[in-house]
Nanobody, 120 residues
Framework: QVQLAESGGGLVQPGGSLRLSCATSLKIFSTNAMYWYRQAPGKQREFVAVIWRGDSTKYADSVKGRFTIYRDNAENTVYLQMNSLNPEDTAVYYC??????????????WGQGTQVTVSS
């Protein structure tokens, strides 16, 4: 059973935008902080953004000012709006749910990942 269902990846030119979506259940959505991670080829999975109770957010320095994480509580969905994309943003993006101030190892749930490729 898929607990986190991601969508929205694809190919985009440098400077372009994409929006990723992650739909989940009410139970997962209401009891976990929601994260986006990414993993580029040959690199470790890295934190991108998190949103938790009260709509507080935190971002990796590499995406701050370009990416926005937000959620729709009525749809139990979290989004990642990505603007001003550059080739270094190319990676598989993963939605995850876990404790506040969690790490890769402490996530309770993972999505299947969606590929984002930034190239001209």
């Amino acid at each position: 059973q898929v607990q986190l269902a991601e969508s929205g990846g694809g190919l985009v030119q440098p400077g372009g935008s994409l929006r990723l979506s992650c739909a989940t259940s009410l139970k997962i959505f209401s009891t976990n902080a929601m994260y986006w991670y990414r993993q580029a080829p040959g690199k470790q999975r890295e934190f991108v953004a998190v949103i938790w109770r009260g709509d507080s957010t935190k971002y990796a320095d590499s995406v701050k000012g370009r990416f926005t994480i937000y959620r729709d509580n009525a749809e139990n969905t979290v989004y990642l709006q990505m603007n001003s994309l550059n080739p270094e943003d190319t990676a598989v993006y993963y939605c995850a749910a876990g404790p506040f101030r969690g790490t890769v190892r402490s996530m309770n749930y993972w999505g299947q990942g969606t590929q984002v490729t930034v190239s001209s």
